[in-house]
């Protein structure tokens, strides 16, 4: 088969130039107990894979990259009796224990082992099975690497969807979705009447956009730089949209008194400590960006007790993907979740380094790769 593989990280931009990515014929793996092989239909390019290709997350090298995809199940190794061949899948990039501290308390997305897996590149069940032909070792992303045409993934890492949603939309749901609306419903609990501010108007803040505009009597506030994005923002849902500078000026200009959340989804410590100056008192800061680890924050230790201000970190948008994904795929198929608008295009995989630059300037929201079965 073949897989995008990253053998060197933080290359040079263009990156249609320095080509990070290279398609590469591996064997195709097998399942081993407590896994499933997949055919992958649909694969999105998603910041975080950017992120290791800048090197804003280190992650072991060689990897074959991808995280955000849908497929259908080839084959079920032992042990595996609740997923089928046949079925439709989409993949999550934390494969939740269901054992570990966090997932005793009802937090599979902060998984333990899962983070562990994730971070050493192999499996929740064993170690990595990507090979080259020759035998020698390929790194896992997230316990997906969906940039290839079959992924061997642990049975925790699918949830099974109807086999009526279109592949181009199943691809969203198992990174964008999950983040960006889990952020708004889980990690913020958004109320009725509050007001959130989302700044960065990829697909995980245009997610967002769309979950706090279903809550009745919500004011959202889009920001992002690009004005296409900001028109996409109002499309999705916002009220009001408008640069970094106008941010200030909007939140005076419609809330009372500071957003009640600010959702920020850049990736930038600077972005955070401004979006912590728009709160109310008793407002909550969303962290949902990956910054580059060398970023850290300055900000008034005060705001905490003496306003009651919060600072959330939320990762996977803290959801429980067998219950998430199939309310989002419901809310869509009601309409109230417009995600096709977030579909920029459909493209074969050999043009993911030049996608790498177009999402890295903001041209596409969710470039979606076929694998070409």
């Not at 990253?6 to 990070?20: C, F, T």
């Not at 290279?22 to 910041?47: D, N, Q």
């Not at 899962?114 to 790194?139: F, K, M, Q, W, Y």
């Amino acid at each position: 088969m073949r897989a995008a593989v990253l053998r060197a990280a933080e290359l040079p931009v263009p990156y249609a130039g320095s080509k990070p990515l290279s398609l590469e014929m591996v064997p195709v793996p097998e399942p081993r107990p407590g896994e499933v092989l997949v055919r992958i239909a649909r694969a999105s390019l998603c910041h975080s894979d950017l992120s290791v290709i800048n090197g804003s997350r280190i992650r072991p090298l060689p990897m074959a990259l991808g995280h955000e995809a849908t497929g259908v199940v080839e084959r079920v190794g032992e042990g595996v009796d609740d997923v089928r061949t046949g079925d439709h899948v989409v993949l999550v990039f934390v494969p939740a224990c269901g054992s570990c501290r966090a997932c005793s308390a009802g937090r599979p997305a902060l998984c333990y082992r899962g983070a562990e897996s994730n971070g050493s590149g192999d499996l929740l069940h064993g170690p990595a099975v990507l090979r080259t032909a020759d035998g020698n070792r390929i790194n896992h992303h997230l316990g997906v690497s969906a940039f290839a045409e079959y992924a061997v993934v642990a049975r925790e890492s699918v949830v099974v969807i109807d086999d009526d949603v279109p592949f181009d939309i199943a691809a969203m749901f198992g990174c964008a979705a999950l983040t960006g609306i889990g952020a708004v419903l889980n990690t913020a609990a958004l109320r009725e009447g509050q007001s959130v501010v989302v700044f960065g108007l990829g697909a995980v803040g245009l997610m967002a956009v769309m979950a706090a505009a279903q809550v009745p009597g919500t004011t959202v506030i889009a920001i992002d730089p690009l004005p296409a994005k900001q028109d996409l923002g109002r499309r999705c849902g916002a009220q009001h949209a408008g640069a970094p500078d106008d941010a200030a000026r909007l939140v005076a200009e419609v809330t009372d008194g500071g957003a009640d959340v600010v959702l920020e989804a850049v990736g930038s410590g600077r972005v955070m400590e401004a979006g912590l100056q728009l709160l109310a008192r008793g407002g909550a800061l969303v962290s949902v960006g990956l910054p580059h680890p060398e970023q850290d924050i300055t900000t008034q230790a005060l705001q905490f007790a003496g306003m009651g201000r919060r600072l959330l970190g939320s990762y996977m948008g803290d959801a429980v993907p067998e219950r998430d994904i199939p309310a989002y795929l419901d809310l869509w198929r009601k309409g109230r979740l417009p995600v096709e608008l977030l579909h920029t295009d459909t493209r074969p995989i050999k043009d993911l380094n030049e996608s790498l630059d177009a999402l890295a300037e903001g041209r596409v929201v969710r470039r979606i790769f076929t694998l070409g079965h």
